[in-house]
């Protein structure tokens, strides 16, 4: 029995079981603070809906060896173009959201393509260089925002200004195209996003399938394993390339599904601090730096986003006092700065003439 | 080796390696006749924007020569000269003596805090960057918890002038009238209606000395040796963790005082803003300059806080002549900043990759033709 609860230790590992012991905390709190579990529940689990393809954006990555994608907001600039072009061209319900993400593809394969470039040019620092393409790349998209030809009245300001608005209602056209279908409603409180979490279920069985073909497993031994790859014929280049791109269009078609459910496309800065909670996503559920796994993305977002949801409503009820922002500043980057310090990885001693 | 010796390759070695301050340049030959400043103008700008960066920017040089590369961590620093500037302000001192009081309360905080920047960046050896950048954001948290939550609660506080209307918590804005231009001021001087900061320049003159002269210290010394190459350090009998974590507690310290520098000069403190974008700025202003991650210097920093700065003034005036439109030159302003650091990153890393696989490849060549002439 001691054996078993050690080993059971071992694989969860520490930080997970206290945000989980945390996080059960906060629900049987919740009833007697006067939150509403039910509810609370739901907004835990739709949350979870939508960050979870985001997260997931992280694996392929990671498995390729270019690190944690902080680069992640270039992937959702390429689902925004898709999300607008659709609103633009009026289309409406499962179709609207569908040709948003298929005309998102294609500027996600793009733009990952040029990243994948870039990153195989500066190996060791991909981390520190994403960061900044990301926060580059909406900066210049905050100008395209403005200048770009996109004609309809439901997307640019009615009046005394040019270019985009910063937030675009989906309402009329596909705001919860994916959540509905076949959607659970019990009661007035408890409702299941049944459409998306299916969706997000067949992405993760996408990226599981594609680890698993010839091309997944060159990917991940490239990661893992550089030099012994090249040894053994792989491509290492071109497969860092290759999972830079799968991340890019995971990002494109993740920001879509969040915003279908969340109901506004965010342009502008919007997009500008979104890697952070999916990375501190994959990180709580144990991924690293160098490794990831798809079960590291369903335990982690849903941890992650459960805290995120659950502390506000329980604690600020409690005290009295709305902490919200700050206890999620400290949580994420704290779990962010845990992984970075853990691993204590020498870098192989530089080649000198 | 020979490629890299002949004058052709020495040229366009120059451009590669100033490639960012010769882009700055070009714009700003481009960009200030279409802003229609004039030229007193950017020069009144550019001293008070000198007078107020400079120590920050330099804060940043001692952890690049211990291989530390771009200290983000400098808003740590920032922080704890906030939280000095706050109990200066609740206790009502006034002028240069407010102003020195507040480093010597938030010095030790500065310390502390430096001090286990560096034990966490010893645990995070070749991504020192991405990591100080994460704890910047971190600390932000902690220093919300203690200024927004503590302050007039579990922290006593008693001028009501900086404590938010509920009782507890600090205003989101501090007007330091208490000592807002007092070390700018404390030596008058003004040339054509210029106003020159004098006592400023003098505290930044200092730090320059201070850093010429560290440089040749042991300390400085063995920082160096540190950042060539750890293991060999190590091998040599330097302390290499003590001296990485030195290099980051006197960083972090530098720019606890160049925060309050950098405050007095503006006069009013945004209490949890202010500190946000100094990392960013400083770092990029420092790239601009021309320094690389392994390399940077005093005249880095001036160059650089010209170069960025011109930009800083002169882009929404520019965007708006260009296109038509202000917004998009503050859109272009944030897309520079943010680009240059990625540009400037990035050239470097691949100069690095290059340099790495240039190395290999000139053994490679020696062996093949070892390998040729005992046949």
Redesign the interface.
């Known amino acids: 029995m001691m054996e078993k609860i050690k080993d059971f230790l071992e694989a969860a590992g520490w930080p997970r079981l206290i945000i989980g012991l945390f996080l059960l905390a906060l629900f049987i709190t919740a009833p007697f603070v006067e939150v509403n579990i039910f509810t609370s529940l739901s907004d835990v689990i739709v949350r979870f809906g939508m960050w979870g393809i985001l997260v997931l954006a992280m694996v392929p990555m990671v498995q390729g060896g270019c690190g944690l994608n902080?680069g992640l907001p270039l992937g959702i600039i390429a689902g925004l173009l898709g999300a607008v072009t659709s609103v633009e061209l009026q289309l409406t319900g499962l179709v609207g959201f569908f040709s948003a993400v298929l005309i998102a593809i294609p500027f996600g394969i793009g733009l990952g393509l040029l990243y994948g470039i870039?990153l195989n040019?500066?190996?060791?620092?991909e981390?520190?260089?994403a960061?900044?393409?990301g926060?580059?790349s909406v900066?210049?998209m905050?100008?395209m925002w403005?200048?770009l030809p996109y004609k309809s009245p439901d997307m640019i300001w009615a009046y005394g200004g040019?270019g985009l608005r910063t937030t675009i209602s989906v309402e009329k056209f596909w705001y919860r195209a994916l959540n509905d279908i076949w959607t659970i409603q019990i009661g007035d409180h408890f409702y299941f996003p049944t459409g998306m979490i299916i969706f997000f279920a067949f992405m993760c069985l996408l990226v599981w399938v594609f680890f698993h073909t010839k091309t997944g497993t060159a990917v991940t031994a490239a990661g893992s394993n550089p030099e012994y790859a090249r040894a053994s014929g792989v491509n290492v280049d071109k497969m860092r390339i290759i999972s830079v791109i799968l991340t890019t269009v995971l990002a494109a078609v993740g920001i879509i599904v969040y915003e279908q459910s969340f109901g506004f496309i965010q342009l502008y800065l919007g997009p500008f601090w979104m890697a952070?909670p999916a990375v501190a996503g994959i990180l709580l559920g144990g991924a690293s730096?160098h490794k990831a796994t798809i079960m590291n993305v369903i335990v982690g977002t849903f941890l992650f986003q459960g805290i995120l949801t659950m502390t506000p409503s329980v604690i600020n009820n409690i005290i009295q006092?709305d902490?919200s922002?700050?206890?999620r500043?400290?949580v994420s980057?704290?779990l962010?700065?845990y992984a970075?310090?853990?691993t204590?990885?020498?870098?192989s001693?530089?080649?000198?003439? | 080796m020979s490629i890299l010796k002949s004058k052709d390759n020495k040229i366009a070695r120059f451009f590669i390696n100033n490639a960012v301050p010769i882009l700055f340049i070009l714009f700003a030959v481009f960009a200030i006749p279409m802003a229609d400043l004039s030229i007193e103008y950017l020069v009144a700008e550019m001293i008070t924007r000198l007078a107020r960066y400079s120590f920050l920017v330099l804060a940043l040089l001692i952890p690049v020569i211990a291989g530390m590369g771009m200290n983000f961590g400098i808003v740590l620093g920032a922080m704890a000269g906030q939280v000095g500037l706050i109990f200066v302000m609740d206790w009502g001192v006034m002028g240069v003596p407010a102003f020195f009081l507040a480093i010597i309360i938030s010095m030790p905080l500065a310390v502390f805090l430096g001090w286990m920047a560096g034990i966490?960046l010893n645990?995070?050896?070749?991504?020192e960057?991405?990591?100080s950048?994460?704890?910047g954001?971190?600390i932000?948290?902690?220093y919300?918890?203690l200024v927004?939550?503590s302050m007039g609660s579990i922290i006593p506080i008693n001028n009501s002038k900086i404590v938010l209307p509920r009782g507890y918590g600090i205003r989101n804005a501090i007007d330091l009238v208490n000592l807002r231009k007092s070390v700018d001021r404390l030596i008058p001087l003004e040339i054509n209606g210029i106003e020159i900061p004098v006592m400023t320049f003098i505290l930044v003159a200092i730090l320059c000395v201070f850093i010429v002269w560290f440089r040749k210290t042991k300390l400085g010394q063995d920082m160096r040796a540190v950042g060539q190459?750890m293991?060999v350090a190590r091998n040599a009998g330097i302390p290499v963790e003590r001296t990485r974590i030195l290099a980051i507690v006197i960083s972090t310290v530098l720019a606890c005082i160049g925060q309050i520098i950098f405050l007095q000069n503006i006069g009013t403190m945004n209490t949890y803003n202010s500190h946000e974008q100094i990392g960013m700025f400083s770092i990029a202003a420092l790239l601009v300059g021309g320094a690389s991650v392994a390399k940077a210097s005093i005249k880095n920093a001036f160059v650089g806080i010209i170069l960025f700065h011109i930009m800083f003034v002169v882009a929404p005036r520019a965007g708006k002549t260009l296109?038509g439109?202000a917004?998009?030159g503050e859109?272009?302003r944030?897309?520079v900043s943010?680009?240059i650091?990625?540009i400037a990153?990035?050239l470097?890393?691949?100069r690095?990759?290059k340099e790495?696989e240039f190395?290999?490849r000139?053994?490679r060549v020696d062996t093949e033709e070892a390998a040729g002439t005992s046949e």
């Open positions: 902080f870039l040019k500066v190996k060791g620092d981390m520190t260089i960061l900044y393409v926060f580059s900066a210049f905050s100008m403005l200048k040019t952070f730096v006092t902490m922002e700050t206890i500043i400290i980057n704290g962010i700065l970075l310090t853990r204590i990885t020498i870098k001693a530089k080649v000198k003439a | 966490a645990h995070a050896k070749g991504r960057m991405v990591t950048y994460i704890l954001f971190f932000n948290g902690v919300q918890l927004l939550y190459n293991e296109m439109e917004q998009i859109y272009f944030v897309f943010y680009a650091i990625a990153l990035a470097h890393a691949w690095k990759n790495a190395a290999r000139s053994l």
